[in-house]
């Protein structure tokens, strides 16, 4: 989401791939703000859950929320930036009705 050398790795191994193909490499989050994503995946009723970790700040099968990223301690990047965690969508468990 906002680490400059994830984004030059995928410029530099997955551009050239898709150039060929004729498409456009798309970072649709890339520096998206914290608080705006946060919203929209709270909006999308999909549940996400730490499914990894490290160091543990954070233990596994912790529901990613917005009370769970107010809890995180100092050090701790919200969305798990720097390796602290990774977070499952539970799609499954998404409501399939359309948004009204």
Do not use: K
């Amino acid at each position: 989401l906002h680490l400059e050398h994830v984004a030059a790795w995928r410029e530099e191994r997955i551009g050239p791939a898709v150039r060929a193909l004729g498409a456009t490499l798309h970072s649709p989050l890339w520096q998206a703000p914290y608080e705006s994503l946060m919203r929209d995946l709270e909006a999308s009723g999909t549940p996400c859950r730490v499914c990894a970790q490290t160091g543990g700040a954070v233990a596994v099968g912790d529901l990613f929320s917005a009370q769970f990223v107010s809890s995180l301690p100092p050090g701790v990047d919200a969305f798990g930036e720097n390796g602290e965690f990774h977070t499952l969508a539970e799609v499954w468990a998404a409501s399939r009705d359309p948004l009204s």
